[in-house]
């Protein structure tokens, strides 16, 4: 209100108010001159206002990205820290992932050593009718336990309880089929399941005595190899049944015609079961 009076008693006196337009007129000059001046000076800041703004816009845009390319590589590291905790020894996968490398247990294995265990009273009591039982499920499985000779092993023991009435009413027949299964497994099990069968039939304990069987069964012990690495005997015991088996060849094979010779030189097993198919 004070500059609005002061203003006011100015433009309502005559005198006052010429010597007012007197000196807006030269000092309008004056103040354009400034003007002037202020823009000359002002034009190199105004020329460099672009330049900032697009320097601004760059820090901006490389602040952005650092950010981003921060957050990313701060993601991988948490990504690979729980990658890293859950395969440690105390993550929750831990178990699993060891477990891959750790010697599982072979189950057939065990379960063959368990029915042995039955069977001979090692560590526990004897139990013929659950060795039975076990050696029976390992015989009958049709799975990677063959591979290993489990069956064949199983299958010869079912023999030789039946052989000898085992905890079973004494039955060469059924004793002759076991062992005939075991010795399809002869590369692992070895020449006895062959040799007992060749037995069977020399001594007719099967009803009649068969110099013909008996000759390819011996046949066929004698000409199991030895596999060091499956074979669960002993060289010694293979070297004895084998010699067994020869001695006994060369006797039946005395005793046969030329017709029955050449007949007995076919393999007893099945086909494509036989050592050499």
């Known amino acids: 209100m004070t500059a609005i009076n002061r203003a006011y008693a100015i433009l309502s006196d005559p005198i006052r ?3 007012y337009d007197a000196w807006l007129a030269t000092g309008s000059a004056t103040v354009r001159r400034a003007r ?7 034009a190199p800041v105004r020329a460099i ?6 320097t601004r816009a760059a820090v901006a845009e490389r602040a952005h990205l650092t950010l981003a390319s921060s957050l990313s590589v701060l993601v991988a590291i948490l990504v690979m820290i729980a990658m890293i905790y859950e395969l440690s020894p105390s993550g929750p996968a831990a178990e699993t992932s060891l477990n891959i490398f750790k010697e599982s247990p072979d189950p057939g294995l065990q379960r063959l050593n368990k029915a042995e265990a039955l069977l001979t009273g090692n560590g526990g009591p004897k139990n013929f009718l659950q060795a039975k039982a076990e050696f029976e499920a390992i015989a009958n499985t049709k799975d990677h336990f063959g591979g290993k000779g489990y069956r064949g092993r199983a299958a010869q023991r079912l023999g030789e309880m039946y ?17 005939r299964t075991a010795a399809e497994y002869a590369r692992v099990v070895g020449p006895a399941p062959a040799l007992a069968v060749a037995q069977y039939f020399e001594e007719g304990t099967n009803g009649a005595r068969d110099p013909v069987e008996a000759y ?20 010694d015991a293979y070297t004895r049944m084998i010699g067994l088996a020869k001695k006994k060849r060369e006797e039946f094979g005395a005793m046969l015609t030329t017709e029955q010779l050449n007949s007995a030189q076919l393999s007893p097993l099945p086909p494509c079961r036989s050592l050499n198919c």
């Open 17 to 19: 108010r010429k010597a």
């Open 163 to 179: 052989a000898a009435g085992l905890g079973v009413p004494k039955d060469t027949r059924k004793a002759e089929e076991w062992l």
């Open 216 to 235: 390819r069964w011996y046949n066929l012990a004698a000409g199991i190899p030895f596999d060091l690495d499956k074979a669960v005997l002993t060289r």
């Open 49 to 54: 206002k672009p330049a900032l703004n697009k």
């Open 36 to 42: 002037r001046a202020a823009r000359t000076a002002e």
